[in-house]
């Protein structure tokens, strides 16, 4: 396999959600900050229109937007079309610099801490978890592989997509230690990304715990389709915690406890997240898997001196 040559590194993809955004901004006034010997580094501010306006899209979620049936669309009229068609001429597999890495940095009003999502389980991207879990004991490693993310996602548009998520933050809002945290995430990222290239040895986490992908959950509603319940206060912000069959999930404005009428234990994440109640999804369900990587493998041919 090739190594890395281009990273990409993304911003603003939501336009409301400002650490990705000033982070960017930030790598962009010291590009020494994320330069390595072994890659170029670039920088993307996304959506430009919705970060300039304060608000997640302006025609619709960009992050929803990149498959090939929307990349393929003549005159998209959307906004976000239109641009991820750019973005994809430049940075895509047939893009003019396309990019082997792309890592998009978002952030959420859940309780997720610092995430690292992978949509599917490349070796590649398992290797570079488990080495940023050895550095990073209260990373989280989230697998989309069955969500289908690894189709439309603005990541999607590299060989390797990997998505970074942040939270608790509000939307439109800079919180300076989530804004560190996640610098000093990204920074470590380039350099295991770099460790790799040259196959230099790297400590690694076995197993790795994993959450992956089972659903969602929608919002109880109302046959007028209005929320009649919340999440309820005892699940609130216990991303990636053990969730029982019969626990409290939601409370009712009637001021009733629904409980959790799966079979199996899950353990939830984006619980409560305010972008989603648009897609009516309170919470997405997942499954903790321990992943054995067996043998590390050299994944690179070491570039010339």
């Known amino acids: 396999m090739d190594r890395i040559r281009r990273v990409l590194l993304v911003g603003g993809t939501h336009g409301n959600e400002l650490t990705g955004i000033y982070l960017i901004r930030r790598f962009q006034y010291a590009p020494q900050l994320i330069s390595r010997p072994s890659f170029e580094t670039m920088t993307l501010l ?14 619709q979620d960009m992050n929803r937007c990149c498959d090939r049936a929307h990349l393929e669309l003549p005159d998209p009229v959307d906004y976000e079309i239109r641009r991820a068609q750019e973005i994809n001429r430049r940075f895509g597999p047939s ?13 959420t009003t859940s309780n997720m801490g610092m995430t690292l ?4 389980h490349h070796p590649f991207k398992l290797r570079l978890a488990a080495a940023l879990s050895a550095q990073q004991p209260d990373l ?62 790297l400590p690694a986490v076995q197993p790795l715990t994993v959450y992956r992908y089972l659903g969602t959950v929608p919002y109880p509603r109302d046959a007028e389709g209005q929320i009649t319940a919340m999440i309820h206060p005892q699940l609130q912000g216990q991303d990636y915690e053990r969730l029982s069959p019969d626990d409290p999930m939601f409370l009712s404005l009637t001021g009733e406890t629904l409980p959790y009428t799966g079979e199996t234990v899950t353990f939830p994440v984006f619980i409560n997240e305010a972008a989603y109640y648009e897609k009516d999804i309170a919470m997405v369900l997942t499954q903790r898997q321990e992943i054995q990587l067996g043998a590390i493998e050299p994944l690179f041919a070491k570039p010339q001196e």
């Open 46 to 59: 996304s959506n430009l229109e919705a970060i300039a306006a304060g608000v997640r899209y302006v025609d």
């Open 95 to 107: 893009g003019s610099t396309p990019a082997d890495v792309i890592l998009d940095i978002h952030s």
């Open 117 to 120: 999502i992978l949509d599917d």
């Open 140 to 201: 989280r490693i989230y697998s989309s592989a069955d969500s289908g993310r690894q189709q439309d996602a603005l990541r999607s548009l590299g060989r390797f997509g990997i998505c970074l998520e942040v939270g608790p933050v509000a939307q439109g809002v800079l919180r300076a230690d989530l804004f560190q945290r996640t610098e000093a995430l990204v920074q470590q990222i380039l350099d295991v990304l770099d460790q790799q290239n040259w196959d230099k040895p």
